[in-house]
């Protein structure tokens, strides 16, 4: 609603809150002031066309009816509103189809008869009507098939995506199409972990057959996820999936130095998650108790007041050194800096070491 409020360029007049200083009054009387940070896309002026003119009440009444929830009269009136792309004296196409895009599915998301088609429609006609939003648009498409459970139809969505290229690449475009990369992965991923688990819980299927797909899945995503470490960033999800992958088919030593480097690289933002997969994986495979105190020990100068500092206390107690026993005092200490930990530390430490 935002957006349509300041398409619609709503003035607001600014007005002092003591009210007696005659100054003031006289320099804004007869004067609307708006704030300058918007720019409105709608002003009614002298020159407007009759065209630009029903557009903007057009926008108004789209903008009445969905503050008041009436999505059908609001879906009726869309309807008709993209005709504004066709002013040829329109300088500011570019945020008309911004407003249409976000407008459109705001109001297909909360009508009652909405079906997946119309979003089709709607993402399609869009991703055509400019190269600017081609990416977004198919990243936001492939997103709604995925809530819709059909990841099938988003992979090939972001395949094609993946594949377009219009004149000479930006740097914003680049990023996108990472990031769609990265998306059409993980639903390969989606894709392998539903096949492992018909595979798991069906003897009846051909599990040459069934390995076989899982593993072509597997090669595809992994391709992505691995050439994601070459992009700092926080990608969590992306790293689960192919850690995952990676110690179904037993390549732990990988996996380990997936998570090492998404733990410890300094390219990478600091990240308390990166060292909590860490540690657990080092956890579900044995690891010795001093590589665990290391992994903990990055941890607690992230987030002191993380959880897992009281295994971190646990380890050190387990090791019987008076230093170690000293420092698990000090982070038992900080930890009652926080007030989450104040009433319950006690009985949480009590939990624990039962």
Same mark, same amino acid.
């Given at each position: 609603?935002?957006?349509?409020?300041?398409?619609?360029?709503?003035?607001?007049?600014?007005?002092?809150?003591?009210?007696?200083?005659?100054?003031?009054?006289?320099?804004?009387?007869?004067?609307?002031?708006?704030?300058?940070?918007?720019?409105?896309?709608?002003?009614?002026?002298?020159?407007?066309?009759?065209?630009?003119?029903?557009?903007?009440?057009?926008?108004?009444?789209?903008?009445?009816?969905?503050?008041?929830? *009436?999505?059908?009269?609001?879906?009726?009136? &869309?309807? +008709?509103?993209?005709?504004?792309?066709?002013?040829?004296? +329109?300088?500011?196409?570019?945020?008309?189809?911004?407003? %249409?895009?976000?407008?459109?599915?705001?109001?297909?998301?909360?009508?009652?008869?909405?079906?997946?088609?119309?979003?089709?429609?709607?993402?399609? *006609?869009?991703?055509?009507? =400019?190269?600017?939003?081609?990416?977004?648009?198919?990243?936001?498409?492939?997103?709604?098939?995925?809530?819709? =459970?059909?990841?099938?139809?988003?992979?090939?969505?972001?395949?094609?995506?993946?594949? $377009?290229?219009?004149?000479?690449?930006?740097?914003?475009?680049?990023?996108?199409?990472?990031?769609?990369?990265?998306?059409?992965?993980?639903?390969?991923?989606?894709?392998?972990?539903?096949?492992?688990?018909?595979?798991?819980?069906? !003897?009846?299927?051909?599990?040459?057959?069934?390995?076989?797909? &899982?593993?072509?899945?597997?090669?595809?995503?992994?391709?992505?996820?691995?050439?994601?470490?070459? !992009?700092?960033?926080? $990608?969590?999800?992306?790293?689960?999936?192919?850690?995952?992958?990676?110690?179904?088919?037993?390549?732990?030593?990988?996996?380990?130095?997936?998570?090492?480097?998404?733990?410890?690289?300094?390219?990478?933002?600091?990240?308390?998650?990166?060292?909590?997969?860490?540690?657990?994986?080092?956890?579900?495979?044995?690891?010795?108790?001093?590589?665990?105190?290391?992994?903990?020990?990055?941890?607690?100068?992230?987030?002191?007041?993380?959880?897992? &500092?009281?295994?971190?206390?646990?380890?050190?107690?387990?090791?019987?050194?008076?230093?170690?026993?000293?420092?698990?005092?000090? %982070?038992?200490?900080?930890?009652?800096?926080?007030? +989450? $930990?104040?009433?319950?530390?006690? *009985?949480?430490?009590?939990?624990?070491?039962?």
């Amino acid at each position: 609603m935002d957006d349509l409020e300041e398409h619609l360029g709503l003035h607001k007049h600014l007005v002092d809150d003591d009210g007696d200083s005659s100054d003031n009054s006289s320099t804004l009387r007869g004067k609307k002031l708006r704030l300058p940070l918007v720019q409105p896309m709608f002003v009614e002026t002298k020159k407007e066309t009759g065209f630009t003119q029903s557009c903007r009440m057009c926008l108004e009444q789209i903008r009445e009816a969905m503050l008041h929830h *009436r999505w059908q009269e609001a879906a009726e009136y &869309m309807a +008709c509103y993209p005709q504004i792309l066709e002013d040829k004296a +329109c300088y500011t196409t570019k945020q008309y189809k911004e407003l %249409i895009w976000r407008a459109s599915t705001e109001i297909l998301h909360h009508h009652p008869k909405s079906t997946i088609e119309d979003y089709n429609i709607i993402y399609e *006609r869009l991703k055509h009507s =400019g190269f600017k939003l081609y990416l977004k648009v198919s990243l936001e498409h492939s997103f709604h098939l995925m809530l819709q =459970g059909k990841f099938e139809d988003a992979k090939q969505h972001l395949a094609a995506a993946e594949s $377009w290229r219009y004149g000479k690449e930006s740097s914003a475009q680049i990023q996108r199409t990472k990031l769609i990369q990265a998306y059409r992965s993980l639903l390969d991923f989606i894709i392998w972990s539903e096949k492992k688990v018909v595979l798991s819980n069906n !003897n009846t299927v051909d599990a040459l057959s069934e390995n076989q797909s &899982m593993h072509n899945y597997f090669r595809q995503a992994s391709v992505n996820l691995k050439g994601i470490l070459s !992009n700092p960033g926080v $990608w969590d999800p992306f790293i689960l999936s192919y850690v995952e992958m990676l110690e179904f088919y037993e390549d732990y030593e990988e996996a380990l130095k997936v998570l090492n480097d998404y733990a410890f690289d300094n390219s990478f933002p600091p990240n308390p998650n990166a060292h909590v997969y860490l540690y657990k994986y080092l956890q579900r495979h044995g690891a010795p108790q001093k590589k665990l105190i290391h992994v903990l020990k990055n941890l607690q100068l992230l987030v002191p007041s993380h959880e897992l &500092m009281l295994e971190y206390t646990s380890l050190l107690l387990q090791s019987e050194k008076q230093k170690n026993t000293q420092k698990a005092l000090g %982070i038992v200490l900080e930890m009652l800096d926080f007030a +989450c $930990w104040r009433n319950n530390l006690d *009985r949480r430490l009590g939990e624990h070491h039962q």
